[in-house]
T-cell receptor, first 110, second 114 residues
């Protein structure tokens, strides 16, 4: 089945630093989403980005579908950015389910 | 517009019991999917319902079942609970098929089996 790999698995930053999270996937996809899981477990939508570039405040994302990767950029990080970031994809031509990576655990220290 | 609502938020059950979890999707959304999250296995797909029909099923035993009602609300049931069923169960809704549009998740139901 489709493989989704996220890197790095863990990331520790000082407040104000910038970071880049990466998501590699092994097959063509119809759907790619980035989520932030809050301490209570809810997955918060960050981006729906099967291709192209989007920006939302301090966050931006780029998906290069032909090269099978997506990047999530966090600028001027804040302590509230801490948590686990997940990338999830839906395989093109496969069953319509989100396949999740293992996540990147981000810790932002004050 | 209300988000995806899952009830209950927390549950403690005994081995061998059964449990039913509920999910109300965003108004107008017709697809509801269920996922299980555990520390060891991460986030795994359970099943998806669309217009009251199960369209996809993950690799879980038959003890895990679900259904969707005409108002798109969905329930999942786990019978004969095992300790390993302790997990966060997340429900997602989307307007059409998951593969072609954005999915939105509820707050989850945290199930503890003792």
């Amino acid at each position: 089945g489709i493989q989704v790999e996220q890197s790095p698995p863990d990331l520790i930053l000082q407040e104000g630093a910038n970071s880049t999270l990466r998501c590699n996937f092994s097959d063509s996809v119809n759907n790619l989403q980035w989520f932030h899981q809050n301490p209570w477990g809810q997955l918060i939508n960050l981006f729906y980005i099967p291709s192209g570039t989007k920006q939302n405040g301090r966050l931006s994302a780029t998906t290069v579908a032909t090269e099978r990767y997506s990047l999530l950029y966090i600028s001027s990080s804040q302590t509230t950015d801490s948590g686990v970031y997940f990338c999830a994809v839906v395989l093109q031509g496969g069953s319509e389910k989100l396949v999740f990576g293992k996540g990147t655990k981000l810790t932002v220290n004050p | 517009k209300a988000g995806v609502t899952q009830t209950p938020r927390y549950l403690i059950k005994t081995r061998g019991q059964q449990v039913t979890l509920s999910c109300s999707p965003i108004s107008g959304h017709r697809s509801v999917s269920w996922y299980q999250q555990t520390p060891g296995q991460g986030l795994q797909f359970l099943f998806e319902y669309f217009s009251e029909t199960q369209r996809n099923k993950g690799n879980f035993p038959g003890r895990f079942s679900g259904r969707q009602f005409s108002n798109s609300r969905s329930e999942m049931n786990v019978s004969t609970l095992e300790l390993g069923d302790s997990a966060l169960y997340l429900c997602a809704s989307s307007s059409i098929a998951t593969g072609y549009t954005e999915a939105f998740f509820g707050q989850g139901t945290r199930l503890t089996v003792v």
